[in-house]
């Protein structure tokens, strides 16, 4: 019997399979995605393919994957020892390794220098000049610049010339610049790793437990670009999962109420299995059974689909600089791919199964004498059990959002964590649908009650007696119109609060900020603060860490001068002062949960190890805490990071020629890779460097849900109208013309799209209202930016898909041959 059903109405089936098979397509890719990830393929060894044996750091217990890129443990940060180089190279020829920020004028930011010992072994050839021999001599690749030109290189010792000695031919995993031994020495004291030649075991016996011996593919952990492929894999895993929960939940929610709908628009015809001798048991069954018919064709489909969308979905997460450019998904059947696919498909026959559950109990409970009805009314909708799902989703909805309002505001701060809290009152609104669109069609029909002719009393009439039929319908506009106007509204506050927190730190009245490089050399902020007049602050980024029981916990540290500090940030002390501040003292985070006053142990990145006074504790968010270090540790910077300062502050001091002053600068920083501004002009370059992975992550998973909502918002309407062939008889019938018929459908979906638009007004307001409390509290008075041009898009867009799906099918029924009136339900 379900069977025949299905070949029977398969055109009232179709809009169910397809929003199923694009569910579970969106499942399958996102889960290929992930689980791609367990199983990547070896990356190729670059910078040591030619050496037999590396050798680097050993950090026991530190695993990268756990840390932001960048960050070292703190035997990789104190590099080789002499110590230990010295008994390397007892065992056989011994080359020293060093990688420190190097760069030629108007080259690429991640150029890096290293000296010329080891360059052999990573591919590169001299194909022109002579390697380098003197402190002011250099090798650059070839498309770089040519033999014996006079080159500015940027470091972190200064801004200095050099001469170009020779090129070598250019690899593709870095852009390097070649020193002397000697030259490499000065500019980096930190020894990056050996490269040792004599036999393995007798430099293992050497090494012992100090460090670790890379052989075979285990060299490429001295790559560069394995922590680099490490950050863009670490970005896919945390951007994949939120994508797969929204969309996820969003293809869930769609299906379940597409299934259910069609299931409630056979009333009649369960009513005549009813009539024919059918028991409730047996129509919950053959329900049951369509579903697990549909369910399953849909599912193996979208799965399908899924395995060959997975590459499209990393091509895009590769275009936005998400996933590095080598990732790929192939199909093959190695349990990372079938995994995945079973999923989904699962998940697919649990949705299709689920979404019948409920209609299958009330087709169950369907009279034979509604058979006999001539007219074609839904229930009210309001059910003892619709009441209690939709009180709780309720108090959920308004309790979710009032809990990160008050009780965790930081949540807004976690992108991963606030997209899916933005989704509860969406969802409620959607729950609730059913239970308000008796009140919002007579709210939104009210001024049009004088209208001449009988359009709109139909059009409220007909929401009013199909209000299941009306909810079903809307449903995709409020998800689509909630979600994607909730989710950009977040993204576009929460930058502007971040800015304005950033304005009211700084009290600074210009700024120096990196120009095409990663950071300013201190020699540069020298020069700076040596014309007249000009304050200059420019703090250096380095790594403390502190013991805690059998492992180390590392946090970010500032090196400035205390004085400084105080003309040009306006940190919000809690405890202490920053007068106090000296030479064994230093200002940290209130998140840390350091006493005032009390003495902490640190390991510096260099290796010493000290004990510094905590003299002032100030409030700050997470990401935003460091602690402000005296400038004695301004040397440990180079093993720590790069030895650069990623931006400096100036004031001006009373009286002075500001166009003079201002002039001087500029000259003192041309050609430096620093840039003088304003300190508007800084925060803003600031904040689009700061949210451009939170705005890709929550725009991105806005894109996936407005392309399936649009799509489900076409199937939706379609199979909607297109089952509503004997109302059009009926206007016919009654002497309504082709356009009046047409225009009534065209209301009609208006007023749908309309009630779509009003919920998701109303869950935005909710999750909006609750983001601007958690705001308040963390920056202070902020504004809640809205980007009207694409809600109000995106708003157009639903609304016209749905009158496409009205009017297309409405069209067609016109079109056709004449209509019968009577028992013609297909």
Not at 12 to 41: E, H, I, K, N, R
Not at 131 to 154: K, N, W, Y
Not at 217 to 227: G, M, N, P
Not at 791 to 814: D, H, K, M
């Amino acid at each position: 019997m379900a069977f025949q059903t299905l070949r029977a109405r398969w055109v009232s089936f179709l809009g169910t399979v397809v929003a199923l098979v694009l569910g579970v397509a969106q499942v399958a890719a996102m889960g290929l995605l992930l689980m791609t990830m367990l199983d990547m393929p070896d990356r190729p060894v670059e910078r040591f393919a030619g050496a037999a044996a590396v050798v680097q750091p050993s950090s026991a217990g530190w695993n990268d994957a756990q840390h932001d890129l960048g960050i070292r443990s703190p035997e990789a940060a104190r590099g080789i020892s002499p110590e230990l180089r010295d008994k390397v190279a007892a065992t056989g020829q011994t080359v020293v390794d060093r990688a420190f920020y190097a760069q030629l004028e108007g080259g690429p930011k991640d150029q890096v220098g290293h000296p010329w010992a080891v360059a052999g072994f990573g591919g590169y050839k001299l194909v022109d000049g002579r390697q380098p021999t003197g402190d002011r001599d250099i090798v650059v690749p070839s498309d770089q610049a040519r033999t014996g030109d006079r080159v500015t290189v940027l470091t972190a010792s200064g801004v200095e010339p050099y001469t170009v000695s020779g090129t070598v031919s250019p690899v593709g995993y870095e852009d390097a610049v070649f020193f002397s031994d000697a030259e490499a020495a000065r500019l980096s004291p930190r020894i990056e790793s050996l490269v040792a030649l004599g036999p393995l075991a007798a430099v293992k016996a050497a090494v012992g437990d100090s460090a670790t011996v890379l052989t075979g593919q285990d060299r490429h952990k001295a790559d560069a670009s394995e922590a680099a492929d490490r950050e863009t894999l670490d970005n896919t895993i945390t951007l994949v999962p939120v994508m797969a929960s929204v969309a996820g939940t969003t293809a869930i929610f769609v299906v379940a109420s597409t299934f259910a709908f069609a299931v409630v628009q056979r009333r009649r015809e369960v009513a005549l299995l009813r009539a024919v001798g059918a028991t409730p048991k047996q129509v919950r069954k053959m329900v049951r059974n369509e579903a697990l018919l549909v369910g399953g064709a849909a599912s193996a489909i979208g799965a399908l689909l899924g395995l060959f969308g997975a590459q499209l979905l990393a091509d895009m997460l590769i275009s936005m600089d998400i996933s590095p450019p080598w990732f790929t998904v192939e199909p093959s059947l190695h349990w990372t791919v079938l995994a995945p696919l079973v999923a989904a498909f699962l998940v697919g026959l649990v949705v299709s199964v689920g979404g019948a559950a409920s209609a299958a109990r009330r087709a169950g409970s369907i009279q034979p004498i509604e058979a006999l009805r001539e007219a074609s009314v839904d229930d009210t909708g309001v059910t003892p059990g619709r009441a209690l799902l939709g009180g709780i989703a309720l108090v959920g909805g308004v309790g979710w959002t009032a809990w990160i309002a008050t009780g965790s505001p930081g949540t807004v701060l976690s992108p991963t964590v606030y997209v899916v809290s933005l989704m509860v009152p969406v969802l409620a609104a959607a729950v609730l649908a059913p239970l308000v669109v008796g009140p919002l069609t007579r709210l939104l029909m009210w001024p049009f009650r004088h209208a001449s002719g009988p359009t709109a009393m139909l059009v409220r009439e007909s929401a009013l007696t199909s209000r299941r039929r009306t909810a079903a319908t809307a449903a995709p506009v409020l998800l689509t119109v909630g979600l994607s106007f909730s989710l950009l509204a977040a993204t576009d506050s929460l930058g502007a609060a971040r800015d304005s927190g950033l304005q009211n730190r700084v009290t600074s009245q210009y700024a120096l900020a990196p120009d095409h490089t990663p950071g300013i050399s201190p020699q540069v902020v020298d020069r700076v603060a040596r014309i007249d007049g000009v304050k200059i602050v420019a703090p250096v980024l380095t790594t403390i860490y502190a013991k805690d029981e059998d492992r180390y916990d590392e946090n970010d540290g500032l090196v400035v001068d205390p004085a400084a500090l105080k003309r040009t940030m306006d940190l919000k002390v809690t405890e202490g002062s920053l007068d106090d501040l000296d030479d064994n003292s230093m200002a940290v985070a209130d998140l840390w949960g350091m006493d005032l006053g009390s003495r902490q142990k640190l390991l510096m990145a260099d290796g010493q190890e000290v004990e510094l006074r905590v003299a002032a504790v100030y409030k700050a968010l997470r990401g935003e805490d460091v602690a402000y270090l005296p400038q004695r540790f301004a040397g440990t910077a180079l093993y720590a990071r790069d030895g650069l300062a990623r931006r400096a502050y100036i004031t001006l001091d009373p009286g002075v020629d500001r166009t003079a002053v201002t002039a001087q600068i500029r000259k003192a920083v041309a050609g430096s890779g620093a840039t003088f501004m304003t300190r508007d002009q800084l925060v803003e370059s600031e904040s689009a460097y700061a949210r451009h992975l939170t705005e890709v992550r929550q725009r991105s998973t806005a894109l996936i849900i407005m392309l399936f909502c649009f799509i489900a918002i076409l199937n939706t309407l379609l199979m909607a109208t297109a089952d509503r062939r004997r109302d059009l008889a009926v206007l016919r019938m009654t002497g309504a013309t082709p356009r009046q018929v047409v225009r009534f459908f065209l209301a009609e979906s208006l007023l749908v799209s309309a009630i779509g638009l009003v919920l998701a007004l109303v869950a935005t307001v909710v999750n909006l209202t609750g983001l601007w409390s958690a705001l308040f509290q963390l920056f202070g008075t902020t504004p809640i930016v809205v980007p009207y041009a694409i809600v109000i898009g995106v708003a157009a867009v639903s609304t016209l898909l749905a009158v496409i799906g009205t009017v297309l099918p409405v069209g067609a029924a016109l079109r056709a041959r004449a209509v019968q009136f009577v028992g013609s339900r297909e």
